[in-house]
């Protein structure tokens, strides 16, 4: 099979495994687990912020004990396979009616936060009962904007990752694990 091939030879050569499939796999379920006592009357509306979110949340919602709704807001913030530094930009968004609601926003990575921060006020505005967030992944080190992530997945180190939903280049988003390039110090 060519994929397999594909992503064999490139793990075998240029890439590191940050974060394994069983890793994640584990602790999704343990988010879920928490987020589930925690809303258990709530029905939450789970607004999944794309594109990279897009494995996370469809593992994620599968794990929940309780009945949430999904929605979902498209934000493109910085040149592909560069670090994510620059402006927010709302490309899509169904989220309109978040009023009354108890919206947990879940994001792949907190980088410098600026992402999260700029939905968070943007979500405030439109008065739901409760907001918070949960993300895969974590870089603490280059934290720019005060954000509270409730459930964080890992904290990784500050290097450009991909795998699980998030891409380099556009590519490589179905890896069932996180990985970065060997190489990528310099970047
Ligand atoms: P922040 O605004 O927190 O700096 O960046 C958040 C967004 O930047 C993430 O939702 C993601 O789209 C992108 N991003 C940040 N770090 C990485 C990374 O290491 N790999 C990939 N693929 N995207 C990243």
């Known amino acids: 099979m060519q994929k397999t091939t594909l992503y064999g030879k490139m793990v075998a050569e240029e890439v590191e495994i940050l974060v394994d499939e069983l890793s994640i796999r584990r602790r999704v379920k343990e988010l879920a687990d928490e987020i589930s006592r925690d809303y258990e009357d709530l029905k939450p509306l789970i607004v999944a912020v794309l594109r990279g979110s897009f494995v996370f949340v469809a593992d994620l919602i599968r794990e929940l004990e309780v009945d949430a709704k999904v929605d979902f807001i498209t934000l493109e913030n910085y040149e592909a396979g560069c ?32 992402t999260l921060h700029y939905l968070y006020k943007d979500f405030l505005a439109r008065e739901p009962k409760s907001i918070e967030i949960v993300a895969l992944l974590s870089k603490a080190s280059s934290r720019r904007a005060d954000v509270r992530v409730k459930y964080v997945g890992f904290e990784i180190p500050d290097r450009f990752v991909f795998g699980y939903g998030l891409d380099l280049q556009g590519k490589y988003r179905g890896l069932p694990f996180v990985a970065c390039l060997k190489d990528d110090r310099e970047a």
């Open 83 to 114: 670090n994510a530094r620059g402006q927010t930009r709302v490309m899509a968004d169904s989220t309109s009616h978040l009023s009354g609601e108890h919206v947990i926003v879940v994001e792949d990575i907190v980088d410098s936060g600026l």
